[in-house]
């Protein structure tokens, strides 16, 4: 007898969650049925009603409040997400994915309640494929685990938001961060997924066990998973693209007198054909910021922080290149290093920017926006922007990843204070609509979640939201899975 039908013999009288009040049904012991159908499928230690591990699982990285499942589970197989599935699907449970909880957006929050499926336990890496450069890896591995297991093969997987966040949680946001100029997004890093459907059905999104590097057979279903939140299945396997690691890096920083010099410098560097892997700004607030945080002494103005990756014969002709042309735009201050040590000190100032931010307001919480433009239009942008984060007294300084058009306010602010938390709110939607009158859009990296729908629409249109919300009926008919999320 399958799992699900297992659990199904104690609950067929189970009444359906009430989707306005979060509340089941008069009938005693509801919520204890449903939850004794679950641990028929993952045992006692695989269920838990406790109030601080709903809490924990009901909120992620961002300013969004906490909203807590009813019940967070803990498959330990697909088998398993695919038989919980089945049984929320049966009673109209919602269901709400969840893998380390470091996402931007509040796309974890259950907003009406249900099941939160906690991924943690599925940590497995599966099917290395050395000579083919890809890996099957379960919803439990991080970016960082991976790295670890990989750390003998000379292969690596580059794709870096920051966190250490799960490597499925990072192909549901179409995650990407500082590498993406080099290595693409996750979305051009993804070859196949296995995804469980609201109805607990098991897809696999380019075939099951297929990898080639690229295909033109039919729909590309792997991309329509890619960046959905949640809302469309639960990713319980992502097939990987690696990549070797390289001879030689070497990493640079340079000053600037203008965000215009830094961009020209970038696109510069960028039309010369540099195979630059990283690009960063951070403009002189954030500057100040990392000095005073890190003891540092960098010239307070618009920076750069690059790293070239390749041969060690090609480092030298890829670093003169950049050098003479941010010289040639203004550039000046310009360090070099090859060492990893004095790497690490270099790029110290961007890797704690989030930290620096947070420092210059102790006590107070950070928010990140997410908003990225073509390049030729990122200097207006950022001028802008810090025009009217002055007019309006707020925090946020600017860092970003300029070599795709894509960068973060880090706005620090006091959650406590109804007048500023008004102020950033009608910020962050005068940022969004600027960036979208720039044939931009709302979200680079960090997803839509709960409180860029809007904004969704009004970037892609009513025609395309028709057709989005066409999919999502098509696939999951009843709204269960992450409900209220993206649309």
Known sequence: MTLFRQALRSTSRLPFICGRCRTYSAQAGALEQVVSAFRCVSGDEGVSVASAVREQHGRDESVHRCRPPDVVVFPRSVEEVSALAKICHHHQLPIIPFGTGTGLEGGVGALKGGVCFSLRKME?????????????????????????????????????????????????????????????????????????????????????GRRPRKTSAGYNLTNLFVGSEGTLGIITKATLRLYGIPESMVSAVCSFPSVQSAVDSTVQILQAGVPIARIEFLDDVMINACNRFNNLSYAVTPTLFLEFHGSSQSMQEQVSITEEITRDNGGSDFAWAEDEETRGRLWKARHDAWYAALALRPGCKAYSTDVCVPISRLPQIIVETKEDLIRNNITGPIAGHVGDGNFHCLIVLDPNDPDEVQRVHSFTERLARRALAMDGTCTGEHGIGLGKRALLREEVGSLAMEVMLGIKASMDPKNLMNPGKVL
Request: one cysteine or more.
């Open 124 to 208: 497995q890496v599966l099917d290395l494929h050395q000579e083919d450069f890809d890996v099957t890896v379960e919803p439990g591995v991080t970016r960082k685990g991976l790295n670890s297991y990989l750390r003998d093969t000379g292969l690596w997987f580059p794709v870096d938001p920051g966190a250490d966040a799960s490597l499925c949680g990072m192909a549901a946001t179409s995650a990407s961060g500082t590498n993406a100029v080099r290595y693409g997004t996750m979305r051009e890093n993804v070859l196949n997924l296995e995804v469980v459907l609201a109805d607990g059905t098991v897809l696999h999104t380019a075939g099951k």
